[in-house]
């Protein structure tokens, strides 16, 4: 049977399984399977051109992805699954690359992908996928006693493409079960970002208390699809009508859907080209146009994604504002993406911005983007959450069998200053369950300069320093964090520029793209005592006022986990009033 059909027959990895390769010579390919086993290993090489590789069941084709498989030599491997096919109907129709590439010698069957965690980088309590590339969180949703998580997903390779849901499940917001894919590539598209409600009235008619999912179809229009899922979340079921909203303008994304109290209808914010649309629905199926804003308003530097639209508390008053979160790539206060945000008054119609002369941003590191909230969170809670980099070098970092994490998770709330309201994110409680022991190397005074050796016994770099500095004479108060590699991130409170600053500039591995080294720095409030939180993972450190007036999220891709902190004062002394350490354990 493989005579007459291949030019090679190839035998694998599991015994007694073989595959046919044709090469018809023009770049196309075809694949035939003698046998079948759970997956198909791809080889990639992430520096190689996309193949198109069609699966065909019966001669039609059941989809069409763009996998980079390794021309001259293989960076890692990806699953391709084929368990529940027909050995006698499925075709494999490669196309875009040569009969020399290595990658004909190095396809396996298998009945198993290896998702060990080898890497150095990869966050310890940080979620990351378990392979392949991640960006944006999506579709967040709480629902009976699981937050869900779904993200932005390419299941074929470390970098970008290919967008599918990924899924995860937690009870605790840090230890995540991963699920199945939730939604694949269609027709309609790729599948873009988007969000989740809880239908709990049946108001779409999919079933009371059905998970509904928005998402832009990516095709050759950006156009917002829904599905539904009865099953929380395990399978979904995409809409038969789908697209539910459609337009001419191009960037047209990212629809974020609640339910307004107030009007008793769904409200769907979705970003376009450099502004928000609102639209609102009874059912969730019929969409009417609302209003737009974003014009003379913010930072524009780049197109507006990944909107949100939420109430929130005023800490200290018995007021409640409206928020806009809106994520910019680029125009970020330190090049690329960042997220800015607006507060003030939304009627169901019209959101109106309070302070349109203020931009106002929601973390002051290069690596906070995409942010959005959980949907229907208990408790009146109200937890975003971030993907931990940057569109200026995320395909670049550092990482191979899997690329990207997100923030930890943090719960938001208003506070007022000096006649403005702005933003607060504090790290979410569930956090100080993964506190060990706390090391304690306080109190004492810096003049000059001051090093504690050995933070951790055994640091395997995921860890939270909790510092408390006051008594301050000092023009700038630094710490540094550094490793016997020489490698580096140095802190300081500027107290005359009123700035909070880290330099990653000497902190590891940065040579990956030259838009990575970096300064951040953060406005900061003059108080008598400064708290702050330090959560370091293996390849992120995220700086949380103890107030939560300012976070600063960066990567850094240190050699070996920083052990050490020097302390150094400017222009007079401080006092470090306490100082804990704690290992972070999962
Ligand atoms: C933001 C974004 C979204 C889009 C998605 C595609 O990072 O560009 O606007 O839906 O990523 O993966």
Redesign the pocket.
Known sequence: MCVAFCCMVLSVYATGSDMCINHLGNGQSLIRFISIQKYLLLPIEEKANEARVSLLVDNQVVNTMNIRLAVDKVDYYVPYELSGLDVGRVLLDIQGITENAVCWNELKLSTSFDKNNREPFRPSYHFTPEYGWM??PNGMVYKDGEYHLFY?YNPYGSV?GN?HWGHAVSRDLVSWEHLPVALAPDGLGAI??GSCVVDENNTAGFGKGAIVAFY?SAGRSQTQSMAYSLDNGRTFQKYAGNPVVTSDIRDF??PKVSWHEATQKWIMIL?AGQEMQLYSSPNLKDWTFESRFGEGQGAHGGVW??PDLLQLPVKGTDKKKWVLIC?L?PGGPFGGSATQYFVGEFDGHRFVNESPKVTKWMDYGKDH??TVTWSNAPAGRTIALAWMSN?DYANQVPTFQYRSANSVPRDLYLYEQDGQTYLASVPSGELLALRSKPVKKGSFKVNKSREVKNLLKANEGAYEIELKIGDVHAKKCGFQLYNSKGESVSCVYDLEKKQFLMDRTLSGETAFSDRFPAVTSAPLTMQDEYAIRLLVDKSSIEVFDGEGRFVMTNLVFPDEPYNHLKFDSEGGSFRVLSMNVYKLNK
Request: one cysteine or more.
């Open positions: 960006n944006d932005q970008w967008m873009f970002s832009t994304r990212d970003a994604e990944c994520n790539n983007y995409a569109w």
